[in-house]
T-cell receptor
């Protein structure tokens, strides 16, 4: 089983729509969770860390469900500039190794 | 310069060539990483350096040889590569290697093509 699994998509949504997707992780000892964004042929960039109580950053909301071992990302009022691949990233406390999912592709159309 | 920089941005090399990738971080971080990203695959961790000591060699073939002369610089020396080594090579850095929120900051990558 992969350490981090994501639905590859693509999720094609119109501008202004809400889009949400999940990521599951296999290691119950995981402590830290992140969403990174990667534009085509560019490097990954940190979008947001995911805290145990869930957190919101503008139009982006991340949730963590430890019991079911998944995290989610919700994007409200989608913009064309939100088109990207979203990488789910997990690691354990005290461990330098980040485990990356293969990414979920989101395409926002006008 | 700010953040993490990598040179060259693009590299085409033959299987018998020797080349080096360079990474420099301007963030005062203590840990640096090399990743390989192939099309449609997750990032693969190759090497980790913490305070200039290699702490991880993730079963990487010996044709890839890392070097970390100081905490700001990281090199990846390449020799006798194979066409399947063509990929995006990403360098990253983080404040340390063990923090609970160990955000890593990535350089723009070197897109490598092996002919």
């Amino acid at each position: 089983r992969k350490e981090v699994e994501q639905d590859p998509g693509p999720f094609n949504v119109p501008e202004g729509a809400t889009v949400a997707f999940n990521c599951t992780y296999s290691n119950s000892a995981s402590q830290s969770f992140f969403w990174y964004r990667q534009d085509c042929r560019k490097e990954p960039k940190l979008l947001m860390s995911v805290y145990s109580s869930g957190n919101e950053d503008g139009r982006f909301t991340a949730q963590l469900n430890r019991a079911s071992q998944y995290i989610s990302l919700l994007i409200r009022d989608s913009k064309l500039s939100d088109s990207a691949t979203y990488l789910c990233v997990v690691n354990r406390q005290g461990d330098y190794k980040l485990s990356f999912g293969a990414g979920t592709t989101v395409t926002v159309r006008a | 310069e700010t953040g993490v920089t990598q040179t060259p941005r693009h590299l085409v090399m033959g299987m018998t060539n020797k080349k080096s990738l360079k990474c420099e971080q301007h963030l005062g971080h203590n840990a640096m990483y090399w990743y390989k990203q192939s099309a449609k695959k997750p990032l693969e961790l190759m090497f980790v350096y913490s305070l200039e000591e290699r702490v991880e060699n993730n079963s990487v073939p010996s044709r890839f040889s890392p070097e970390c002369p100081n905490s700001s610089h990281l090199f990846l020396h390449l020799h006798t590569l194979q066409p399947e080594d063509s990929a995006l090579y990403l360098c990253a850095s983080s404040q340390d290697q063990t923090g609970i929120y160990n955000e890593q900051f990535f350089g723009p990558g070197t897109r490598l093509t092996v002919l």
